[in-house]
């Protein structure tokens, strides 16, 4: 496209959406005093009737953000702030000329729905990058957030404070009580905060707030104003201690045999959290035999490729505060973006040994039992972040039993220490920080068969940020180091392994060393962005991960010996016209290397895609994106590189307004590389029903069709020659349909008692047909038919089996393979009832069931497989698990 013509079409564009609105005097930066009260003086209803509130200046001149940015609110908005030596109160004056319009819907907490909110957002350490925010809507239901370098949020960080709310006839009120001991500051002394509070107001989808900044500039915690006047706050005593029990019975005719006659299991636990201030803004964190039954199942998969799945963190001990220990090695959103040095659940991961056994019957832990874990956090007056966590798993075993000899038992999980240290110091308030990580992860490997396992392996790094010409610039970088070591087994294991792949025979800077106990490597990014701008936003960088990088002990990393270089442009309509809200249109171009460089180049692409709101809040985004042909060094999984084909796809997705009783969602993508004949298709819709201000339903399907003309498959690797006894590879076409669904309901009685329900069925199923042997001589050759021998119909099934091939005519077989078709179909389902019965105590009752079949066929047909999967025999597991906090 001609410059000229894109200037034409931005022009038309910007016509349509309208010219830009008048802003108000916007009186910047913005300041409030805090009242000192005696704590007699308030009782939290909701109401602001105390005498306190009588007695205080409220605050108002709010401004809008959206929809009418710059723009004086619609609706009134008033607050003030009051303290004593234990907590700080803020109540605020909602008024509304529609009283009857206030959207009041009543979740679980920590839920966000399209309902009316009120937040407070506390900036503590006066750091403008660490933020505590507090909501509370109509109905009382609470939410708490930690927003962390400056832009983030840490969505699952929980304190415990109290907020009621009442409904008049001019509005709605809300007023919280705040402990001390739930923020962190300094000792001491008259001190000035941070503050931000802004209110939603759902029927408009309008957010109004105390201190604006304009969507011009990027940032959140930065740009909040200031509360003064806190004086001598006295150092708060801050000690939670939270035992537990569990009980559990799991049930399933699977469990019998000739050895375990039952058909269910019985356990029971104990456990205890114990929290510690150590002073305002140290916090140190102890747990002893955790307990996570009532953390929801990870959605159903089948991963056929030669990666590992990544998958979020739900445990509630690691997520709180995690954002400290947060050390990325990506960014964007991308396979990569989600590597990084730390990845918590490594501590209790699965077994990764399993007993080889004939005639045994084998009774295995799901996962490593934490006998106990510590963390310190907090930030230091001086801008010092400070995280230290160390972690100790059991040694697991397995047990063996035999139906004419004892039983034995076999370690499959060493006794494990790990052990996180991060520091980050902030300058030039907040707007240059520097930090560094520490990991170690130490096991005692005493039994012979887990010596393939790493003994100890450490992992360091630093990252540093930095803003700079007006807030308009930001430059980052983050750089960590690897060291693994272990026997000579360990290390060849980790060298040919899919990551690392050290074996490729065309790599010219790739060579095994068999003797080796030891393995290093680099990983990093690096990029310039520009972060303010009416209309136009850029960055450009690169992340780059060495051959021998492997943080996968304590963290995580998928492919290495990679580089990919990118540049983004972005340009951006945020005001409102007369049929469009707001537009984006952004490019983005990339290039792929090996840590050969230029000798093996694995990537070259861009895209072009946007999104766009309408002024009824539907929305509607997509794009197109075209790779050129390049290098595939993963193909083969440790053979040589192989040539991918040039490849198209494009996606598109629509969504309704969220807000309303009945909403819903659909996108689809789809994509081909024709030179090869692969072509790919999916599709997805999701569907949200609140039929009352206390129950919600949503469903969600997504289905995915795959024709993969050059795929491999499960753990193999080349194939022998029975005949010859050389090594080949050997690849198939792939047809592969695969089906997942979730249904959720929330049904929420009281903002403290809640059901919660959570079904997902999965399909899929695949065919392997046409093999074909790669030659490897020709792997790299242009045309796709060139790189490979498909076995003829005379080559196969010449003795009646069908994975069998004679490829020069003797007679005498040469490959048999084993059958590769698949149909695999789970069912996974959690109903939580919880009960807060008091702040920070707390009762679940959970029920678990778990269906899974897999069958060596590859036909799919999603009627009669979701029949046979309800067929299956189930597991079902009843916990119930309660907590009662002390706040000594």
Request: charged fraction near 20%.
């Amino acid at each position: 496209m001609r410059l000229s013509e894109t200037i034409f079409i931005l022009s038309f564009i910007t016509i349509l959406t309208g010219a830009k609105l008048d802003r108000v005097d916007l009186e910047m930066p913005r300041s409030i005093d805090a009242l000192r009260i005696s704590t007699e003086n308030i009782r939290i209803d909701g109401n602001l009737n105390d005498q306190a509130w009588d007695e205080v200046d409220f605050a108002a001149n709010f401004v809008q953000r959206d929809p009418l940015e710059g723009e004086a609110p619609t609706e009134r908005t008033e607050f003030a702030v009051l303290y004593d030596d234990e907590y700080i109160y803020v109540g605020i004056k909602a008024y509304d000329s529609q009283p009857e319009g206030i959207r009041s819907i009543l979740s679980r907490r920590d839920e966000e729905t399209p309902s009316d909110w009120v937040h407070v957002s506390f900036d503590s350490y006066n750091d403008h990058r660490t933020a505590f925010e507090f909501w509370l809507n109509p109905q009382g239901v609470k939410r708490d957030i930690r927003r962390y370098d400056d832009e983030n949020m840490d969505v699952n960080w929980d304190a415990i404070w109290e907020g009621r709310t009442t409904i008049q006839h001019d509005g709605w009120t809300a007023e919280f009580r705040i402990p001390f001991r739930e923020l962190r500051f300094s000792n001491g002394g008259n001190q000035s905060w941070g503050l931000q509070v802004y209110r939603h107001i759902s029927r408009k989808n309008e957010d109004d707030y105390w201190t604006y900044w304009s969507k011009e500039e990027s940032g959140w915690v930065r740009h909040y104003g200031q509360l003064t006047n806190l004086d001598n706050i006295p150092r708060q005593r801050r000690i939670y201690f939270s035992p537990y029990t569990t009980g559990q019975y799991a049930a399933s005719s699977s469990y019998i045999t000739p050895v375990h006659p039952a058909s269910y299991d019985l356990s029971r636990n104990l456990g205890a959290d114990l929290k510690v201030g150590l002073t305002n803004n140290l916090t140190l964190d102890l747990t002893l035999n955790p307990d996570f039954g009532q953390v929801e199942a990870d959605p159903a998969e089948l991963n056929i490729s030669a990666f590992e799945s990544f998958f979020p963190e739900k445990r509630p001990f690691f997520v709180e505060g995690g954002n400290i220990y947060h050390f990325s090695l990506g960014f964007g959103q991308n396979p990569m973006s989600n590597n990084s040095l730390f990845y918590t659940r490594r501590i209790g991961r699965s077994p990764q040994h399993y007993p080889d056994t004939e005639d045994g019957y084998v009774d295995i832990p799901m996962a490593t039992s934490i006998l106990g874990a510590g963390k310190l956090s907090g930030k230091t007056s001086s801008g010092l972040s400070i995280g230290l966590l160390n972690a100790v798993t059991a040694e697991e075993r397995a047990t063996i039993r035999y139906e004419d000899q004892p039983s034995m038992r076999e370690t499959v999980e060493p006794f494990t220490n790990y052990f996180v240290s991060r520091v980050q110091k902030d300058f030039r308030d907040g707007k240059t920080n520097i930090g560094g990580i520490v990991t170690a992860t130490n096991r005692q490997l005493e039994a012979e068969h887990l010596k393939h396992l790493h003994k100890d392996a450490y992992s360091t790094g630093i990252d540093i940020s930095h803003i700079f010409a007006d807030d308009t610039y930001q430059f980052s970088t983050t750089i960590g180091v690897s060291s693994v070591y272990g026997s000579r087994e360990a290390i060849l294991n980790t060298q040919q392994s899919a990551n690392h792949r050290f074996q490729r025979p065309d790599a010219p800077h790739l060579q095994v060393d068999s003797s080796a106990t030891s393995l290093y490597g680099f990983a990093g990014n690096v990029m310039l962005s520009k972060i303010k701008g009416e209309h136009f936003r850029s960055a450009l960088g690169s992340w780059f991960y060495s051959p021998g990088f492997n943080a996968n002990d304590v963290g995580f990393n998928r492919n290495v010996d990679n580089s990919m270089q990118f540049i983004w442009l972005q340009y951006r309509e945020d005001d409102p016209g007369k049929v469009i809200r707001n537009w984006t249109v952004n490019f983005n171009g990339w290039t792929g290397f090996t840590f050969a460089w230029l000798e093996e180049m694995t990537n070259i692409g861009g895209n072009i895609n946007g999104g766009l709101t309408f002024m009824n809040y539907w929305s509607i985004n997509g794009g197109v994106n075209a790779n050129r042909r390049g290098l595939n060094t993963v193909a083969l999984w440790g053979g040589p590189a192989m040539t991918q084909d040039p490849s198209y796809n494009m996606w598109l997705a629509v969504r309704s307004d969220h807000r309303k009783a009945l909403s819903a969602g659909t996108n689809g993508n789809m994509g081909t590389a024709p030179e090869s004949g692969v072509r790919w298709r999916n599709a997805g819709a999701q569907l949200t029903w609140r039929p009352t201000n206390y129950f919600a339903l949503t469903a969600s399907a997504r289905w995915n069709e795959m024709h993969d003309t050059w795929a491999n498959w499960g753990d193999y690797g080349p194939v022998t020659d029975e005949q010859t006894e050389i090594e080949h590879y050997i690849m198939a076409t792939m047809d592969r349909n695969t089906l997942s669904t979730t249904l959720r309901f929330d049904l929420t009685l009281t903002p403290t008692l809640s059901i919660q329900y959570y079904g997902s069925p999965f399909v899929t199923a695949a065919t392997f047909t046409e093999d074909k042997l790669v030659l490897e001589d020709h792997a790299q050759a242009e045309r796709f038919n060139d790189r490979f021998h498909t076995f003829t119909a005379e080559e196969q099934d010449y003795d009646g089996n069908p994975n069998t091939y004679d490829t020069d005519g003797d007679g005498v077989t040469n490959f048999e393979l084993e059958n590769r078709d698949f149909n695999y179909k789970q069912f996974n389902s959690n109903l939580v009832v919880r009960w807060e019965y008091q702040t920070g105590s707390a009762v679940y009752f959970v029920w678990s069931q778990n269906m899974s079949e897999s069958l060596e066929i590859g036909d799919f047909d999603l009627t009669n497989d979701l029949r046979q999967l309800f067929k299956v025999d189930a597991e079902n597991v009843f916990l119930i698990k309660a907590s009662y906090l002390l706040n000594i």
